[in-house]
């Protein structure tokens, strides 16, 4: 079943999160990941979250998502993503199998 990792990223220096951005993609993609959103336009209908931005993955299923972001590739770059930006990385969550 599919996982979804959700984030909530503020970026505060755009020039140099750019080498974690372009890192990134790799990493994903070695587990099974891919983007569903990355950045883009929304509007909040209700409640009173304000993301900055706001990126999906989505993997095959929990344990591959959990892998990734364990991986040592992940964890290499994500320092990179800590020091220059705030980030709410908001949950793995399993999809629906209906």
């Not at 931005?53 to 929990?62: G, H, K, N």
Request: hydrophobic letters at 35%; one cysteine or more; proline letters at 5%.
């Amino acid at each position: 079943m599919a996982a979804y990792v959700i984030v909530d990223v503020d970026v505060h220096d755009s020039e140099a999160y750019k080498e974690y951005s372009a890192q990134v993609p790799a990493t994903v993609a070695k587990y099974g990941g891919r983007f569903i959103v990355r950045g883009g336009a929304y509007e909040t209908r209700e409640g009173h979250w304000s993301p900055q931005r706001i990126v999906v993955l989505e993997f095959p299923t929990i344990e591959a998502a959990r892998t990734w972001y364990d991986s040592p590739e992940y964890q290499a770059i994500r320092p990179i993503r800590q020091a220059h930006s705030h980030c709410n990385f908001l949950t793995i969550v399993e999809g629906y199998g209906g």
